[in-house]
């Protein structure tokens, strides 16, 4: 899910220069993913608490594939390459609060926050690679860059069948409404700190990648 999140980030040039979108259009493309970032790091996190890990990381790479297929057949359409990345930005989102919480319950070691950061940033750095790769030297650089990691995704999901659960399912009768509260928000110094801080956190850094 990492590498699709990021394989569509070198081939911007070329959607802006081959197919002439606008910089402004092209920064939305490379923008587009956190829409569906969000709501899939807030809400797949409970969800998986309550039902298990497995129910919302197994599709996890399916989307990732779909947001990939999607983009690879709308290289002309604009509203179609922000679906795709939308798309992929879901699976990421379920990549990185499911999967990151699953894979530190697996590991017995206590090395599950160090596994889950660089699988992210392999992930992260592979796809740039690998898509940029075939889209400057190999045929089809539109489509051959996606199919790549469709197949992959293909492979991520047969492997995860065999992963064991490691969250029993919420039977207690309580709303998802009530998981999503974290009281802390609250607090006086996340509202006065944190909260007016956090979006600079990933909003310089990006600000900076997309220039």
């Not at 207690?172 to 009530?178: E, F, Q, T, V």
Request: aromatic share 8%; proline share 7%; charged share 10%.
């Amino acid at each position: 899910v990492a590498w699709g999140g990021n394989e569509f980030t070198p081939l911007l040039v070329m959607y802006r220069e081959g197919h002439g979108f606008s910089p402004v259009v092209v920064d939305v493309f490379l923008f587009a993913y956190v829409v569906g970032i969000v709501p899939a790091l807030l809400i797949g996190g409970p969800l998986s608490d309550r039902y298990g890990r497995r129910p919302l990381m197994v599709p996890a790479p399916a989307v990732a594939a779909a947001g990939s297929l999607v983009i690879a057949l709308g290289a002309h359409s604009a509203p179609i390459l922000a679906t795709g990345r939308v798309l992929s930005g879901i699976a990421l989102g379920l990549g990185m609060a499911v999967g990151g919480s699953w894979l530190k319950e697996l590991s017995a070691d206590g090395s599950g926050a160090r596994r889950a950061a660089m699988s992210l940033t392999g992930g992260f750095a592979t796809g740039a690679g690998v898509a940029g790769v075939l889209a400057q030297w190999a045929p089809w650089p539109e489509v051959l860059p996606y199919l790549v990691h469709v197949a992959l995704a293909a492979l991520a999901t047969v492997a995860l069948l065999g992963v064991p659960e490691t969250r029993a399912r919420m039977v207690d009768g309580a709303s998802l409404l009530s998981d999503l509260r974290i009281p802390s928000a609250g607090h006086r110094r996340f509202v006065s700190v944190i909260l007016p801080m956090a979006p600079w956190v990933f909003g310089a850094a990006s600000v900076a990648y997309a220039v």
